[in-house]
C-alpha cells in the first residue's frame, strides 16, 4: 500500500477522524490543541476552528451543525466559515467532573451519536458509552466501566457497536470488544480483539465497506486490519508514532489516519518527523 502525507502538521493529540462524504472531506480534531480542523478531499483548503476546552470529536449532524465532544460535555455547535462557532450545551458530567471528557464517538445514519468518555488520570474505570438521539438530544448510557473508552463505531447494518478499552483493568483488559444494539440499549459485551502486542494499546476503531475493523495504536506504529471475529488480517507499518484512528475516503478506499506528538521523545520526534500529520494510506 502507498502511504503518502494528507496534511502536514504538528497536531498534538490528532484524534476523531470523519469522512463527510456529502461535503467530500476530512474532519478532525487536536484534542490538546483544543482545534477543530476541516480539508478538503485532496488535503488541501484546511480551516480551523479554535474552542475553549479539550474536543474529543467534532462529527457532523444532518442539519448541517455538528455534535462536539467537550471535556465538560456535549455540545451542538455551527461551525462558520470565518473560523468562529456557535455553541449549545446538551449536558454537562456532574459525576467525577474534574476528571471526565469525551475522548471519540460515531454517529449512525440517522445522526444520532455513540460516544466514550474516559478518566484523564487514567487510573479509575470512570468512562462510560453513551447514546446521545439526534431528534431530541436525550442521552442513555449504554456501557461502564472504561478507564479511557474509545470507539465506538458501527457495523455497516448498524446492528453491532464495537467498543475499546485503551488501558486496560482487572474486569475489562485493554481489547476490542462487541455488541448487539437493541431497543432496550446493548447486549453484554464480548471480547473479540485481544490485543496483540503488550507494549502497545489499542485506540481508535473504525469499519470499512467490507465490514472489517481499522484499529489504531497507542504508543506504537502498526495499523492494523481485523475481521469482525478479531482475526488479523493486515498489519501495516506507519512512518509515524500514534496512529490514533482511521476514517475512509469510500470512494477511493483510502486510510485518513490521524496521529499524536504528545509524550514523544526528542529522538522518537526525530525518528518519525511526520508525527502529528494526518497520513494517507491506499
Known sequence: MQISTFWQGNNQLGEGPYWDQANRCLWWVDILGKTIFRATERGDAVQQWLVPELVGFALPRPDGTHWLGYQSGLHVGKLHPDGTLTTTRVDAFTDHADRLRFNDGCVDSAGNLYATTMDMQGTEPLGTLRRYAYSTNAMTVLSTGYVVGNGPALSLDESVLYMVETIGHAKRPKAVYAAQLTQQGLTPDRLIIVWPD??????????????????GEWGGTTLRQFLPDGMLLHAIALPVMNPTKVAIDPRTNGLLVTTARVGLTTEQLATYPLTGSVLLVG
Do not use: E, H
Open 198 to 215: 503488550a507494549d502497545t494499546y489499542p485506540d481508535g476503531v473504525c469499519t470499512d465497506q467490507a465490514g472489517n475493523l481499522w484499529v
